[in-house]
Nanobody, 122 residues
């Protein structure tokens, strides 16, 4: 079993910053790509940022230049530093990871965290 647990969400004013964390645990052999998604009320879940095991990153256009994704492979953590937040960033943020877990012959699977609420007030 693999678990992803997000933390760091909350209420912040426009222009403020938050840092989200996601901790992976369980019978993990290797974590491949990791990412952050978000889902606003009435909207589809969308990719915010992703990072490969080697550290290559990808960002959606709305967050480029404001958000930074990073990871600590040794600690099985992924972070999302969010700066210059605005009301459009209000959403539930989900951590996602592609994981190779025991048994060793099994295929990698995608796992989701339970989500953390980010609310940006004007």
């Amino acid at each position: 079993q693999v678990q992803l647990v997000e933390s760091g969400g909350g209420l912040v004013q426009t222009g403020g910053s938050l840092r989200l964390s996601c901790a992976a645990s369980g019978s993990i052999l290797k974590i491949n790509d990791m990412g952050w998604y978000r889902q606003a009320p009435g909207k589809k879940r969308e990719l915010v940022a992703s990072i490969t095991s080697g550290g290559s990153t990808n960002y959606s256009d709305p967050v480029k230049g404001r958000f930074t994704i990073s990871r600590d492979n040794a600690k099985l953590l992924v972070y999302l530093q969010m700066n210059s937040l605005n009301s459009e960033d209000t959403a539930v943020y989900y951590c996602n990871a592609n994981v190779n877990a025991v048994p060793i012959w099994s295929r990698s699977q995608y796992y989701w965290g339970q989500g953390t609420q980010v609310t940006v007030s004007s």
